[in-house]
């Protein structure tokens, strides 16, 4: 489980980075006290626009930045007390984190699984079984930037889930694919879920989240405005699809009629 308690992140601006901002104010809130609790066997969206806050509440869970204020639990251990522990418990995959483009595939398939202090066995059928379902077995022996786009992404999925993770955390999981590999993404997403896996992913795709996420959280200027099943989500804001209701939370943000 996840449990996020009062999440805020504040970042401090350079002058270049104030001046691109249009800013006078050396401070920016990326995140502004957000709760949220995901639970094992679903799969939880954080749904928002570019700048909302989604990557920075997920780096945080995933130890990569720390919070400014707040606390966060994974399985039962707070981020910043525990970071080792959380990172046993966790794949995390984001477009900004690259794999290194000069190894191949099968090399940095093994060095995660090592760095994980997997068994050679136990890691041997981890990779048969994920080369095998994203078809990447073929392309085991290429160095990562020989790889497509879609390719590199299904590559960088084995990576981070070579130790069998209980808690996946994906931040924009199908952001630049084609649709076919979209769709063996998310599918391999649902699969995870099916067996008890926790999955957390930011996504600024209406259908995405639509189709795959049991619960939404849609995030706007850093705050959580609206949480739940889309049913909940679209009975609250009297829409007929999950695009209208996230256009009437931005215009409430806005303070438009």
């Given amino acids: 489980m996840i449990e996020i308690r009062d999440l805020t992140k504040v970042y401090k601006l350079n002058k270049k980075q104030m001046k691109e901002?249009?800013?006078?104010?050396p401070r920016k809130t990326a995140v502004d006290h957000l709760s949220l609790t995901a639970r094992p066997g679903e799969i939880y969206g954080l749904l928002g626009p570019n700048?909302?806050?989604k990557t920075t509440?997920?780096?945080?869970?995933?130890?990569?930045?720390?919070?400014?204020?707040?606390?966060?639990?994974?399985?039962?251990h707070e981020v910043q007390k525990e970071p080792e522990k959380v990172r046993e418990k966790i794949g995390f995959l984001t477009g900004d984190i690259k794999l290194d483009p000069q190894f191949s595939v099968d090399y940095m398939?093994?060095?995660?699984?090592?760095?994980?202090q997997i068994p050679e066995e136990k890691l041997r059928a981890r990779k048969e079984e994920l080369f095998t379902y994203f078809g990447i077995k073929d392309f085991a022996h290429k160095k990562m930037k020989e790889l497509s786009t879609g390719m590199g992404q299904k590559a960088a999925i084995a990576v981070c889930l070579a130790h069998d993770p209980d808690i996946i955390i994906f931040d924009e999981p199908t952001n630049g694919l084609d649709?076919?590999?979209?769709r063996s993404v998310t599918d391999y997403l649902k699969k995870l879920r099916t067996e008890g896996k926790l999955v957390i992913i930011s996504t600024h795709i209406m259908s995405e989240a639509e189709k795959i996420c049991d619960r939404?959280?849609?995030?706007?200027?850093?705050?959580?405005v609206m949480e739940g099943r889309l049913d909940e989500i679209l009975q609250?804001?009297?829409s007929e699809d999950l695009e209208d209701a996230f256009f009437e939370l931005y215009r409430?943000?806005?303070?438009?009629?």
Avoid: D, M, W
């Avoid at 409430?252 to 009629?257: F, H, K, M």
């Fill in 21 to 25: 901002s249009r800013t006078t104010n």
């Fill in 51 to 53: 700048g909302a806050g």
């Fill in 57 to 76: 509440t997920l780096r945080c869970i995933s130890t990569i930045i720390r919070p400014t204020q707040g606390e966060i639990y994974v399985s039962g």
């Fill in 109 to 116: 398939f093994e060095f995660f699984g090592r760095l994980h």
């Fill in 179 to 182: 649709v076919i590999t979209a």
């Fill in 216 to 224: 939404i959280g849609i995030v706007i200027g850093g705050h959580k």
């Fill in 236 to 238: 609250e804001t009297g």
């Fill in 252 to 257: 409430q943000t806005q303070g438009e009629e």
